[in-house]
Structures are given as C-alpha cells and as structure tokens.
C-alpha cells in the first residue's frame, strides 16, 4: 500500500462536501509526518455506503477521483470496527463521480481486502 494515509472520520455527507484544503499547508504537514495525503470519509452508514475524498498535494495530486489504495486503507480500519464491506463515493466534488467497493476479511494469511469498482471515463489526459 505504500506510505501511510491519514484517515479522517466526518460524521456527513455535507461535512465531506464543504471541505476546502489548505493545500500547501497539507502539502507541509504531510510532508512532515510521511504521509501520503488525506482520506477524509463519512461515517459509514449501516448498509457500509461512505463518501470520501483523497488529497495528495505531495505526489501533485490535489484531489483523486478514485483511490483505490486508500480505500483499501479504510476497509483494513473499518474491519477492525466490525465493518467488512464499504462501498465508497468518490470523485463527485470533481464532476467524475466513481464507486469502489471493498470487502475486508480475515484468513489464515491475515486481513485481505478485495477491492472493485466502477467509474465512467469522461475524458482522457496525455501525459508528455
């Protein structure tokens, strides 16, 4: 999963919604502490449905549309709250609104989470 995310709970929807980032000072507290970026999250309803929003100003990334990686994060959390399957909001606040699912369980190995998802392509990047 690479370097730590920093998790945080909000108790809505809206909460999520209205959130606007200090992105430089993220950047710097990110920075400092080694974190990836911030998955803020709504408290999960009793169905598992969440919104979330990835920011990772570090890597140049000033929000995800879709994080994989990072919801697998909260999936590995939220099983340790007896929660097992999330199904995740992401990308609305972005105009590419996405969906991934996880389901975290326990076997012989350890905590496995198995992650899908799906998301319409609106348009494409070319990168240089």
């Not at 919801?71 to 105009?95: E, F, N, R």
Request: neutral net charge; charged residues 15%.
């Amino acid at each position: 999963m690479g370097r730590s995310r920093l998790l945080v709970p909000l108790t809505t929807r809206s909460a999520l919604t209205t959130l606007s980032p200090d992105f430089e000072r993220l950047r710097a507290a990110c920075d400092r502490l080694g974190f990836l970026g911030c998955y803020a999250y709504s408290v999960p309803t009793p169905t598992g449905r969440v919104a979330a929003r990835m920011f990772a100003p570090s890597i140049g990334v000033a929000e995800d549309i879709a994080n994989a990686n990072s919801t697998a994060c909260l999936a590995a959390h939220l099983a340790g709250q007896g929660i097992s399957d999330i199904a995740v909001d992401m990308g609305d606040s972005l105009g590419s609104p996405s969906t991934i699912t996880a389901t975290a369980h326990h076997d012989a190995s350890g905590l496995r989470v198995h992650l899908s998802g799906a998301a319409d392509v609106t348009r494409s990047i070319r990168m240089p």
